[in-house]
């Protein structure tokens, strides 16, 4: 059973409403954090794609990625959990994991299902709450998965979003 049905959040994944895509991140984490994510990826066997600057490459170390001059290319890692849903992460600071999922590719309970498999991976891999945010609204997370409770939960109320 998901911990989230559609009708209760059917908000919370409007594209109008959020963004196409919504903010998620995990706040106070280190570049020991960031690799249990890049093994998170490679042992789930999500498919992904890094790219430096657009070209596609094997996955480094976090640390060599987190410790890149200021001014080198911009990196991505495109990761598809399952296929056709997207969550891009962007390892820009060891402080925070950042990510997109496009909400136009989560519809319906088997999107819902779907996102709260992706947080609960990431959230119990760190042992650290997960959250999403509107698009560019980052201090009013609406869901996201707490590590206490070891499940994804509502942090807003959806209808009134």
């Known amino acids: 059973m998901s911990d989230l049905l559609w009708d209760d959040v059917r908000n919370f994944f409007d594209p109008d409403v959020m963004g196409a895509l919504p903010d998620v991140f995990v706040e106070g984490t280190s ?17 992904w794609e890094f790219t430096e600057g657009g070209v596609a490459g094997p996955l480094p170390l976090a640390v060599e990625v987190l410790t890149r001059p200021a001014d080198a290319e911009t990196v991505e890692l495109r990761v598809w959990p399952v296929p056709g849903a997207l969550a891009i992460f962007r390892p820009w600071s060891a402080e925070g994991i950042d990510f997109d999922v496009d909400l136009r590719e989560l519809q319906g309970q088997e999107g819902v299902d779907i996102l709260c498999g992706l947080l609960t991976a990431v959230g119990r891999r760190l042992g650290k709450p997960v959250v999403m945010t509107a698009e560019g609204d980052c201090g009013h997370p609406v869901l996201g998965f707490d590590p206490d409770a070891d499940r994804v939960l509502l942090m807003a109320d959806p209808q009134f979003r």
């Open 31 to 47: 570049v020991a954090d960031w690799q249990a994510v890049f093994d998170l990826v490679r042992s789930d066997g999500w498919a």
